[in-house]
């Protein structure tokens, strides 16, 4: 049954001041037996096919992200040509491309918000990215969200530019009591947690720009980080995000959300550094007619994530902290995060 299988899904995108895509996946397994149990490929975004398992919103950015953008349904969007397929002339490959249109007299650009047609509450997802925009202004971002019942339903930033941005983060936000101190163990991955400085000092209101506390409670209130900071894992190498991963041919992306072995993963391997052989097998044969000639992900064969998420019992956060979440992927400008803007 659909409960008792973990999913997997795969994609493939391209943001220049446009994403481009190349894959994007989600798989689903059987329940887990070690090392990792079966994934079953639900859902392969593809191509001419992308675009269906999406709804593109029309209308302007959230209040909370504030972007100098409106989003602009499927029809205007193509229209613009902001979002198409198109094929690269030299391996012959369809690649989604998604960018912005600019406007006059400095009013918001249209640009492209795709919000999934599909719910889920675990699984594989991995995406190859060619390009992400990259410079001044610029917020792409590729997560999963249910907006109705945030925070409390979750939120998970699996791979978010801003700005200059060269190194990949993975952010959670979540509802109270979703802690990380102490329950996540050094040795399951090689990132770092992000830091909040320039508090207000707690008597003098004065910003405090000595003390770097870690950003590792989840929580959008939580005390000692900014507002709705959340806990957010960095990649330490420079290479994951920004523009030169776009000159080296972009890279993979995948974040396993695993409730019943209490952990949320990230992993990124920008292309120049090679991709594990079986993440790359599982891409070259998920489109395979025959589901028993698909390669299955062994997410233990890929090395160390770089963010690890305790989640479920016996750690500072239960599993349903996450649940009912979508695909979300768009290109907000400036907002509440990239900075204001200016003429």
Not at 177 to 182: I, L, N
Not at 234 to 246: E, I, P, S
Not at 284 to 300: E, F, G, I, L
Not at 302 to 313: E, Q, R, S, T, V
């Amino acid at each position: 049954t659909e409960r008792n299988t973990k999913k997997c899904v795969l994609f493939v995108l391209a943001i220049i001041v446009a994403m481009i895509v190349a894959l994007s996946m989600v798989l689903k397994a059987n329940t887990r037996g070690p090392p990792s149990g079966e994934y079953k490929l639900v859902q392969r975004q593809k191509g001419h096919d992308f675009f269906n398992y999406y709804t593109f919103l029309d209308g302007p950015d959230s209040l909370g992200s504030a972007g100098h953008n409106v989003y602009v349904g499927k029809k205007r969007s193509f229209e613009l040509g902001i979002a198409n397929v198109t094929k690269d002339p030299v391996t012959g490959k369809d690649h989604v491309f998604i960018k912005s249109a600019k406007t006059a007299d400095g009013a918001p650009r249209e640009s492209v918000r795709l919000e999934g047609n599909r719910r889920f509450n675990d699984g594989l997802f991995i995406f190859d990215l060619s390009h992400m925009p990259a410079g001044c202004g610029v917020w792409p971002a590729v997560w999963l969200t249910d907006e109705d019942k945030w925070p409390d339903n979750g939120e998970v930033d699996i791979v978010e530019g801003i700005n200059r941005q060269p190194m990949v983060k993975t952010a959670l936000h979540t509802s109270d009591q979703c802690s990380m101190y102490a329950h996540v163990p050094r040795w399951a991955w090689s990132g770092d947690w992000d830091t909040a400085t320039g508090l207000p000092d707690t008597f003098t209101g004065e910003p405090n720009l000595i003390n770097r506390v870690e950003a590792d409670n989840c929580w959008v209130m939580a005390a000692h980080q900014w507002a709705n900071q959340g806990c957010v894992a960095v990649d330490k190498r420079n290479n994951t995000l920004g523009a030169h991963l776009n000159e080296a041919g972009g890279g993979i992306y995948a974040l396993e959300w695993d409730p019943a072995n209490h952990f949320i993963r990230s992993f990124a391997f920008p292309r120049e550094d090679g991709i594990p052989q079986n993440l790359q097998d599982v891409i070259d044969t998920a489109s395979h007619k025959d589901p028993s000639k698909r390669v299955t992900p062994n997410t233990t064969d890929w090395g160390l994530p770089y963010a690890y998420f305790a989640i479920g019992d016996t750690t500072g956060c239960s599993a349903d902290h996450f649940k009912n979440m979508r695909i979300v992927i768009n290109l907000a400008f400036c907002g509440t995060v990239a900075g204001k803007p200016f003429s």
